[in-house]
Structure formats: structure tokens, C-alpha cells
């Protein structure tokens, strides 16, 4: 089944306290891309990659860290989390960018 | 970057209604898809529509790109259509903008 999967799906953790939410494809999507949704909000891009290797900054990308090492995997790194980056984090791929994008479940982090 | 704008935020109706959710882009549109997002925070796909119209059983959609706007029409409305919808714009450069969504409420 073609999907985006992520994980995971919740998670709750303290201020300071590294943590990776993982994000896989397996559409061989060139195009990913991270999203936050906080209440009452749309989507707001954190970071997106083109391709393996090739990463940029969306709108809200302080505090956060990407890499894209291979094609299917786009693993989304906050070093030092704090409260203000408690939300709802979304996954998504395209076959190339700009095309029809498909979502991950959601990954609802919550930072004390 | 793109400033993407919906309208209503908020509407309730009664099941069997019809509806029009509205976008409005301040500049040209690139690649517009409409999303639902259910009460449970999964992001449906509904429609990739650049421009154009398409239709999807109850709902469709029409995007007028010169005019920088896209219109989805939801008919004889049901309780599972409650929830979120959203628009986004998807550049080629890789950016992607969403508006902040119009809750729907169907009431039975």
C-alpha cells in the first residue's frame, strides 16, 4: 500500500530532551516536507527537500533540523525541544514539488 | 510569499444542505489542492486542481488561477463531512502555503 508513515504517533517529553520523529515514504516521492498545526491554525512548513541530499527552509524552521540521507526517509530532529514546539506534526511527499501531496497520520508531540 | 486566505472560518449546517468553501490567494495561484481533515486529524485528499473544475461524487472543485481564487462545493451534506477544510498552495520551488481552514459542523 503506497502511504507515508510516521513515528511516533504520539509522544510526550521534557524541555531539553533530544528526539527524532521519523517520516518514510514509499511512493519514491522525489519532493518531502514537514508541517506543524497548532490550534485554529493551518499548516505551517517547518523544512522540505527536492531530493536526497538537497534541503530548504520553510516558514517556521527555528528549532528544528532535517536531513535527507535517502530518498524514502525524511526524519524531522529537534535537538532542544521547549513548550512552544509542543503541536501536531505532519509528514508529506510529492512526487516531484509542487505536485499532489500525500500526508503522513500525524505525530501529536507534546513538550512539559 | 503567497498569503492564502478562506472564507467562511466557521459554518454549520443541516444535513442534506448544499455549501460553498471559498480561497483567495494574493497572488497567482500554482498548484491548489483542497484538503479534509477528519475529527480524528487525518488530512484527506479531495483535489489537486491548478485550474479547472472536478468533481468527486458530492464535492467538487473549480480553480480560476488568473483570478486567484478556488471555490469547493460540498452537496446534500452529510454528518461525515464534518470537520476541516483546507487549502495549499504548492509552489515548483518547494514551498507549500495553507490557508487556516473553514470548520464545517453537519448537524443530523
Known amino acids: 500500500e503506497a502511504q507515508v508513515t510516521q513515528n511516533p504517533r504520539y509522544l510526550i517529553t521534557v524541555t531539553g530532551k533530544k528526539l527524532t520523529v521519523t517520516c518514510s515514504q514509499n511512493?519514491?516521492?522525489?519532493?518531502m516536507s514537514w508541517y506543524r498545526q497548532d490550534p485554529g491554525l493551518g499548516l505551517r512548513q517547518i523544512y522540505y527537500s527536492m531530493n536526497v541530499e538537497v534541503t530548504d527552509k520553510g516558514d517556521v524552521p527555528e528549532g528544528y533540523k532535517v536531513s535527507r540521507k535517502e530518498k524514502r526517509n525524511f526524519p524531522l530532529i529537534l535537538e532542544s525541544p521547549s513548550p512552544n514546539q509542543t503541536s501536531l506534526y505532519f509528514c508529506?511527499?510529492?512526487?516531484?514539488?509542487?505536485?499532489?501531496?500525500?500526508f503522513g497520520p500525524g505525530t501529536r508531540l507534546t513538550v512539559t | 510569499g503567497i498569503q492564502v486566505e478562506q472564507s467562511p472560518p466557521d459554518l454549520i449546517l443541516q444535513e442534506g444542505a448544499n455549501s460553498t468553501l471559498r480561497c483567495n490567494f494574493s497572488?497567482?495561484?500554482?498548484?491548489l489542492q483542497w484538503f479534509h481533515q477528519n475529527p480524528w486529524g487525518q488530512l484527506i485528499n479531495l483535489f489537486y486542481?491548478?485550474?479547472g473544475t472536478k468533481q468527486n461524487g458530492r464535492l467538487s472543485a473549480t480553480t480560476v488561477a488568473t483570478e486567484r481564487y478556488s471555490l469547493l462545493y460540498i452537496s446534500s451534506s452529510q454528518t461525515t463531512d464534518s470537520g476541516v477544510y483546507f487549502c495549499?498552495?504548492?509552489?515548483?520551488?518547494?514551498?507549500?502555503?495553507f490557508g487556516d481552514g473553514t470548520t464545517l459542523t453537519v448537524k443530523p
Open positions: 486542481i491548478p485550474s
Open positions: 497572488d497567482s495561484v500554482n498548484n
Open positions: 495549499a498552495d504548492n509552489t515548483n520551488a518547494g514551498k507549500s502555503t
Open positions: 511512493m519514491n516521492h522525489e519532493y
Open positions: 508529506a511527499s510529492s512526487l516531484i514539488p509542487g505536485a499532489e501531496q500525500y
